[in-house]
């Protein structure tokens, strides 16, 4: 993940010293129980990108840790109270050692979410039969269209 531009463009807009730390969430629904009704938590794990994916790969390696459960809940129970620590981090930077003993800055920034389609539908906040991505009519999915613009985050925000 390293290689990429956009690494390089964050990077440059930093102190010296101080480097960025890309977390890529991962979650996929999970059914817990029918004893007490229909009963399901989005496990959410949590990895870096400074991490080489082949090594990420790896369940021996345990570069990937489990967060939390998320349960199933309505979304005001959600608001910008929960998210304004990390939104913090990523805007001031967390002091941080590193593997070779040195304190960095460190800026968290949310680089990629990994999930099946309904996952990211359900973050995105459109219907299954919608593409989370992209503006396409349900009928047109499937189809190339070059005409068709895709979301951006102020939009979906």
């Known amino acids: 993940m390293w290689n990429a531009d956009w690494w390089w ?45 082949a090594t990420r790969h790896h369940p021996s390696s345990h570069a990937v840790v489990l967060v939390g459960y998320l349960p199933v809940a309505k979304l005001d129970c959600f608001t910008d109270n929960t998210r304004s620590p990390l939104v913090e981090a990523g805007k001031s930077g967390v002091e941080m050692v590193c593997p070779d003993g040195w304190v960095r800055r460190v800026f968290p920034i949310l680089a990629a979410y990994v999930a099946d389609h309904t996952e990211h539908c359900l973050v995105a906040g459109c219907k299954e039969n919608q593409c989370p991505e992209c503006l396409a009519p349900p009928d047109k999915l499937g189809n190339l269209l070059n005409s068709l613009s895709y979301c951006d985050s102020h939009r979906t925000v």
């Open 9 to 53: 463009d964050i990077q440059k807009l930093l102190p010296q010293g101080a480097t960025i730390a890309p977390v890529i969430l991962a979650s996929d629904k999970t059914h817990l129980s029918e004893f007490r009704g229909d009963k399901s938590a989005w496990p959410v794990y949590l990895t870096i990108g400074n991490i080489d994916s």
